[in-house]
């Protein structure tokens, strides 16, 4: 069944949705299940630990940050991201925090924040343990939960018992085909579909509401990163690069002077750097569908809305809701999260996205569309998740900008054709798949392989 539009689109902070919006939002469920199992009040002391892929890259994806805030009570779209790093600096210094904001504990990382990095739990790479006790010592509530990509989180016992809530929805497409079938026989565009299922969940003012803030997040993200000077944290002192690339755009503008060949693709190249330079500081962004990824759908928006005369808002939205329908088709039936997949699971999903919802806005057909986002995956098959470091920044933002520009290239490439071709969506997902199961693990958001073992940190 097709997830939401706006499960896949969420506003949250970097620079992982997997290691930092989950583990930030279990957190915080953990503590909410305990107050509504009435041992809330009981706690006197929380372990948390972290399996995997979480354990291996936690800390320079902010994962240890991301739990405090989880058990602080914030949450990933509405946490003050100006005043975070004194939150963490507060509850450090004292070894103490409150939970919710309602009921302090001692919590001292070096004792209560577990990096199991040699163990798994046994459903996901990115596994999470709860245990809270009380003042005898005695385990009052535990819980596992699993980030499997994109700021989903899902229990120990929703594994293999996840409720179908998208039974109701009118267009209830389980593959691509289904979906191209369903959209001939009742004439409809792909984005007229995914339209349809949000309505059938929430009202139409409201998905218009929120498909406005998504895109203002988006725009908002953009905005600060061709903005803000500095450095990225972690050891590399990495320079922020889109100020300088914007700035240079906007001197080549002001000469008024021809631009040169493929200008418009500096642009895409310096939006997308700029998400992504935001996201590697761990600034608000939006997933799309993974923080690791968030660059390339806003990069090829802007892209439309800057050099295309006919966007507006509507034609946003049928990006979008486009975008939307064919990332939920991977979230189903693949993955999009690098630890399970590397990442072509992440930006080769956010390319095959990026480039349906193109090939919409410029007027192609379903088949059109579909074989953009087949041509997006196709040629991101087998990309590894392999962070120098443990941080999201090498090869990971520059990674977002060539696959912005590939999804232009799909979507045009898609729109030169009819919409026939040999290799179909629902074939490269399911060899996306595949490719993942078959991958190491080393190439797996671990920083065990790859660029990640042969670029050290100094």
Request: glycine share 8%; aromatic share 6%; charged share 20%.
């Amino acid at each position: 069944m097709p997830v939401s539009a706006f499960e896949l689109f969420k506003i949250g902070i970097g620079p992982s949705s997997s290691h930092t919006v989950g583990p930030m939002i279990a957190a915080r469920r953990f503590l909410q299940e305990a107050e509504q199992n009435a041992t809330f009040q009981q706690i006197n002391e929380v372990t948390v630990e972290l399996f995997g892929s979480l354990a291996l890259t936690g800390r320079g994806h902010a994962t240890d940050r991301a739990v405090l805030f989880g058990l602080l009570g914030e949450e990933p779209d509405t946490i003050d991201v100006e005043r975070a790093a004194a939150q963490i600096d507060e509850v450090r210094r004292n070894c103490r925090l409150t939970m919710l904001g309602q009921h302090q504990i001692e919590f001292d990382e070096s004792r209560h924040l577990i990096f199991h990095q040699r163990k798994n739990l046994p459903h996901h790479p990115n596994g999470l343990r709860f245990s809270a006790r009380d003042r005898s010592g005695e385990i009052v509530c535990q819980r596992d939960y699993y980030s499997i990509g994109g700021g989903f989180v899902i229990a120990e016992d929703e594994v293999n018992n996840r409720s179908n809530a998208a039974a109701h929805l009118p267009y209830p497409y389980r593959s691509a085909q289904e979906l191209l079938v369903m959209a001939a026989s009742r004439k409809l565009r792909v984005d007229e579909i995914a339209l349809a299922n949000e309505t059938a969940r929430r009202p139409l003012q409201e998905v218009v509401e929120k498909m406005d803030m998504i895109w203002s997040a988006m725009c908002a993200s953009i905005d600060r990163g061709l903005h803000k000077q500095g450095h990225l944290p972690g050891a590399f002192r990495v320079r922020r690069r889109a100020p300088g690339l914007y700035q240079r755009l906007i001197e080549d503008h002001g000469r008024n002077e021809s631009a040169p060949p493929l200008r418009e693709l500096d642009w895409v190249t310096a939006f997308a750097i700029a998400v992504n330079e935001e996201n590697a500081a761990g600034g608000r962004i939006v997933t799309a569908p993974t923080n690791g990824a968030a660059g390339i759908i806003p990069a090829v928006l802007s892209y439309y809305c800057r050099f295309y005369p006919a966007a507006n808002r509507s034609v946003i939205h049928r990006f979008l809701l486009t975008a939307a329908a064919i990332g939920s088709l991977y979230k189903e039936n693949a993955s999009i999260s690098g630890a399970e997949v590397g990442c072509q699971g992440e930006v080769g999903v956010a390319c095959s996205m990026a480039a349906a919802g193109l090939a919409a806005v410029l007027g192609g057909s379903n088949e059109q569309i579909e074989n953009a986002a087949e041509i997006g995956m196709e040629h991101n098959l087998g990309l590894t998740c392999d962070p120098v470091g443990g941080l999201v920044q090498i090869p990971c933002i520059e990674r977002n900008a060539i696959g912005a520009t590939k999804a232009i290239t799909a979507a045009h490439l898609a729109l030169s054709g009819d919409g026939h071709h040999y290799v179909t969506l629902d074939k490269v997902i399911e060899t996306m798949r595949q490719t993942g199961a078959d991958m190491q693990s080393k190439y797996k958001e671990t920083s065990l392989g790859g660029l990640a073992a042969n670029v050290t940190v100094c």
